[in-house]
Nanobody, 123 residues
Framework: VQLQASGGGLVQAGGSLRLSCATS????????MGWFRQAPGKEREFVAS????????RYADSVKGRFTISRDNAKNTVYLQMNSLKPEDTAVYYC?????????????????WGQGTLVTVSS
């Protein structure tokens, strides 16, 4: 499976961005997809995930109510709509994919990682 993330950029606080992650390869085996992020000098953290079949979503508390993860099965693409962005959302955002139907509870359980896309939120 190959993951190609895009959509990052520079935005002012309060603004919005939409990240996209196009998948290719053995996509029929994907159980969950999600997004992690890593800010400079900080540890990588979970942002959101979605079950490919059924669309069940989960979010980090820090983004609940502001970010929305969704997927387009026909396009094999997952999205992260980010609204009301804050400077603390500045990070490299990584698209991830997990095979299997058991919810992955840590970053290490995700099987594939995209190359990352930088989101910078100015104050």
């Amino acid at each position: 499976v190959q993951l190609q993330a895009s959509g990052g950029g520079l935005v002012q606080a309060g603004g919005s961005l939409r990240l996209s992650c196009a998948t290719s390869g053995r996509t029929f085996s994907v159980g969950y997809m999600g997004w992690f992020r890593q800010a400079p000098g900080k540890e990588r953290e979970f942002v959101a995930s979605i079950r490919w079949s059924g669309g069940i979503t989960r979010y980090a508390d820090s983004v609940k109510g502001r970010f929305t993860i969704s997927r387009d099965n026909a396009k094999n693409t997952v999205y992260l709509q980010m609204n009301s962005l804050k400077p603390e959302d500045t990070a490299v955002y990584y698209c991830v994919a997990h095979f299997g139907l058991v919810y992955p509870r840590s970053a290490s359980e995700y099987d594939y990682w995209g190359q990352g896309t930088l989101v910078t939120v100015s104050s």
